[in-house]
């Protein structure tokens, strides 16, 4: 059973407008939440994250919202600019491991 | 829903020894990879392999480390002769296609003493 669900396999977003990225989780136990951004043969590398104990986490451009009651997470990217073109990964922690989405792709066109 | 599964889920080795840490990615991807974590660090590429050959590889991916596909379901991470700083937990993935869809395995805590 996938614990961490990210069904948008890619998303498509004007440079300037709104990139939002989405994800759902299942496993309550969860209590911090992260997100990756991914470009080819590298690592995913850290973006941001919250906690289960907040709703809302800003930074700069991103912000994640986390909806506990719904078990949904996203990602808001304002404005989006072409270099944020990349795999997005959504992850969730509950003890010691980390366990991933699949990962969104996102293309920002100028 | 299909799993990446990874065995064992801890290992401890004494530094200096061989260590293989096993993956069986989904049967039908074509696109498997290999990444740590070094605790408090970065999620760090190391290698990707595809129709029976490595693809892409890191700086970290030196001779001290080998991939093998040694049939059908297995995709192995060998490293030969372990140091102090290879403790990380490393994390297996395989995608369908190049570049996207991967599933991530829950990881391999490599504790090396």
């Known amino acids: 059973d996938q614990q961490v669900k990210q069904n948008s396999p890619s998303l498509s977003v004007q440079e300037g407008r709104i990139s939002i990225l989405n994800c759902d989780y299942t496993?309550?136990?969860?209590?911090?939440f992260l997100w990756y951004k991914k470009y080819p043969a590298e690592g995913p590398t850290f973006l941001i994250s919250i906690s289960s104990i907040k709703d809302k986490n800003e930074d700069g451009r991103f912000t994640v919202f986390l909806n506990k009651s719904a078990k949904h997470l996203s990602l808001h990217i304002v404005p989006s600019q072409p270099g944020d073109s990349a795999v997005y990964f959504c992850a969730a922690s509950g003890y010691s491991t980390l366990t991933f989405g699949k990962g969104t792709m996102l293309l920002v066109s100028p | 829903e299909p799993e990446v599964t990874q065995t064992p889920s801890h290992q401890v080795t004494q530094m200096g020894q061989e260590v293989i840490l096993r993956c069986v990615p989904i049967?039908?991807?074509?696109?498997f990879y290999w990444y740590r974590q070094i605790l408090g660090q970065k999620v760090e590429f190391l290698v990707s392999f595809y129709n029976n050959e490595i693809s892409e590889k890191s700086e970290i991916f030196d001779d001290q480390f080998s991939v093998e596909r040694p049939d059908g379901s297995n995709f192995t991470l060998k490293i030969r002769s372990t140091k102090l700083e290879d403790s990380a937990m490393y994390f297996c993935a395989s995608s369908e296609a190049a570049g996207y869809g991967y599933t991530f395995g829950s990881g391999t805590r490599l504790t090396v003493v």
């Open positions: 496993n309550s136990m969860f209590d911090y």
């Open positions: 049967s039908n991807h074509l696109y």
